[in-house]
């Protein structure tokens, strides 16, 4: 059974809020910049050494994981930067937590690591249990099958697949394959390899596999020379900012892109017909778009009124940075979403589901690892820190903290921010175009500030669940300075 410490936080509870300080006792007091540019000296002849095997044209600097400790990251130049960027929204403990030094102490714990296994033919004894206890205690609520993998990426990418199982096995009764579907499907054609598929949302980011590139739309760099299939792309609402002064817009754009939505499946019907439907609660890579409750709500009537499954990509936004383990809980939705994917804080990835996405014959849905026995270690400690250490209720103060402090600095620098938006510390603002947006970055960091942007003109905010409110008011004192400057 899930969880109680998964619902919602009551205001008592937030009111009593003393979340351990051990993990970060060991930090710096504020970030140290030591040298005139990011990457340093050493950052750049690492990169030059690395640039002889491997592309490098992404990297930023190299860090220091042996020093790194909490919410902070050491470069190798001496640079220690408080980080809200957190490896793509991938770290919910900080670094280098003590807990996490423990797990792998055990040798039972240390075989499972070393003696890693083909999880889909042969488990070590432990596993069930693990799944039971561990990934099935965090399911989003009325999901109780898990399908585990290890990105993001294939995680959506298998879980297309099921939807189209799924939605083929609707189709034919669940009546046993033919032999035109087993022979047909070898050569890429019908019955055995059906037009069909996947909804998506522009501004959407779902992975870089070819399947989850067609759903895919937030830049052209990830999606240039490689093809996409012909699958629907419906527009996302674009709000307006502040949102209470802006209600009957925003409504309106809530149902322009549901009306969109439908029109689209009637018009795919005839050609590749829609199956499933994916979504993220907030499009992250895309500009931290939002929707309103009422709109996820509206478009799951749609998905139930013409037979195609609800995907939620929680990839980003799951593990507790909204103040809620699962985004979607924020939406009050009528009934579970058919599929809900994960990775990134969850440390490994995989997607939760019920028994109608469970293929009738093996190996339809199946890697060499399947997972990984090690990361679930890891992720059972971090659930307990969560849970021990009121980490859900700690973003929400925290959170607050630093969405008020953006809000007050839009107000006096009204040229250069607006729309800051977000739930607990999944937070964003925009800048007034693209080249004033990576100034501001670049000179965050220069003031000892690890972020990060998202689509054309937004920064993006994505700390530790252990960031607390004076790490908040460390970020807003340096954004600050950095704005004063421009």
């Not at 019907?269 to 939002?290: L, R, W």
Request: hydrophobic residues 35%; positive net charge; glycine residues 8%.
């Amino acid at each position: 059974m899930r969880s109680l410490w998964l619902n919602t936080l009551t205001r008592q509870s937030l009111s009593r809020l003393s979340t351990k300080r051990y993990s970060t006792s060991n930090e710096p007091k504020e970030p140290v910049v030591r040298t005139k540019s990011i990457p340093g000296p050493k950052s750049i002849e690492l990169k030059k050494h690395l640039d002889s095997v491997q592309a490098t044209g992404t990297i930023q600097f190299f860090a220091d994981y042996e020093k790194s400790v909490g919410n902070y990251i050491h470069d190798v130049d001496g640079n220690i930067l408080l980080d809200v960027y957190t490896q793509i929204s991938s770290v919910p403990l900080g670094y280098n937590h003590p807990r996490l030094f423990k797990v792998f102490s055990n040798e039972q714990n240390l075989k499972t690591l070393i003696n890693r296994p083909a999880l889909g033919v042969f488990p070590g004894k432990e596993w069930p249990e693990k799944l039971h206890s561990v990934l099935l205690n965090i399911a989003p609520k009325g999901l109780n099958k898990i399908t585990t993998m290890m990105c993001g990426s294939c995680s959506n990418e298998n879980a297309y697949k099921s939807i189209f199982i799924w939605y083929q096995n609707k189709l034919r009764g669940n009546a046993p394959l033919t032999e035109q579907e087993k022979s047909s499907c070898m050569i890429n054609i019908p019955p055995g390899a059906p037009k069909l598929s996947i909804l998506s949302f522009k501004g959407a980011f779902h992975g870089r596999t070819l399947g989850a590139l067609s759903t895919t739309h937030s830049k052209y760099i990830h999606k240039l020379d490689v093809p996409s299939f012909d699958w629907p792309i419906a527009s996302f609402p674009q709000y307006k900012y502040p949102l209470e002064e802006n209600v009957e817009y925003n409504k309106k754009e809530d149902e322009k892109c549901l009306s969109e939505v439908q029109d689209l499946i009637e018009q795919y019907s005839s050609k590749n017909p829609v199956a499933g439907i994916v979504v993220e609660p907030i499009q992250s890579e895309g500009g931290d778009n939002e929707a309103s409750p009422e709109f996820f709500r509206s478009l799951q009537a749609i998905c139930k009124k013409n037979g195609v499954a609800l995907l939620i990509d929680e990839v980003q936004t799951g593990g507790g940075s909204t103040g809620k383990f699962w985004a979607h809980e924020h939406f009050n939705l009528e009934s579970p979403p058919d599929v809900v994917t994960f990775s990134k804080k969850l440390q490994l990835g995989g997607y939760f589901h019920n028994d109608d996405f469970i293929p009738n014959e093996p190996y339809r849905i199946f890697n060499t690892w399947m997972g990984d026995p090690g990361k679930v270690l890891l992720l059972e400690e971090i659930v307990k820190v969560i849970q021990e250490d009121n980490l859900l209720a700690n973003v929400n103060v925290a959170g607050n903290v630093l969405k008020n402090g953006l809000l007050s600095l839009e107000k006096e620098f009204p040229h250069i921010l607006n729309s800051t938006r977000g739930r607990g510390t999944f937070l964003a603002v925009n800048c007034t175009n693209t080249k004033v947006r990576d100034q501001v970055i670049g000179a965050l960091k220069l003031h000892g500030i690890q972020t990060g942007g998202c689509g054309d003109i937004s920064i993006r905010f994505r700390p530790a669940l252990v960031f607390k409110e004076y790490h908040a008011n460390i970020v807003l004192d340096r954004f600050r300075k950095v704005l004063q400057a421009i």
